[in-house]
């Protein structure tokens, strides 16, 4: 089991940028791909971006694709999502994920450990 804990969240003009960070500890040195999700209010959590276990291989959800970008840290054990050009629809609960594979997947169905969530608010 990995331990997950997301920082960096906070509220932020829209056009802005956050960095959000995921610390993980626990079983660390086997590996395991990482993505971050998000939850909207009155929103089902859906897919933001995802990473393999050496950071190679990368997604994103169409709607950040060009915005976010997604890395991971192996030997500080932290995963980051860059966030520029924040929109009032970033709004939402951010979690990062944690699954014991080298690949990453997309469906939540795939992750076995999550973080508590940090919020990211945008203003107009």
């Known amino acids: 089991q990995v331990q997950l804990v997301e920082s960096g969240g906070g509220l932020v003009q829209a056009g802005g940028s956050l960095r959000l960070s995921c610390a993980a500890s626990?079983?660390?040195?086997?590996?395991?791909?990482m993505g971050w999700f998000r939850q909207a209010p009155g929103k089902e959590r859906e897919f933001v971006a995802a990473i393999s276990w050496r950071g190679s291989i990368t997604s994103y959800a169409d709607s950040v694709k060009g915005r976010f970008t997604i890395s991971r840290d192996n030997a500080k054990n932290t995963m980051y999502i860059q966030m520029n050009y924040l929109k009032p629809e970033d709004t939402a609960v951010y979690y990062c994920?944690?699954?014991?594979?080298?690949?990453?997947?997309?469906?939540?169905?795939?992750?076995?450990?999550w973080g508590q969530g940090t919020q990211v608010t945008v203003s107009s």
């Open positions: 994920a944690a699954r014991p594979a080298t690949y990453y997947g997309v469906p939540q169905k795939d992750y076995v450990d």
């Open positions: 626990g079983r660390t040195s086997s590996s395991y791909a």
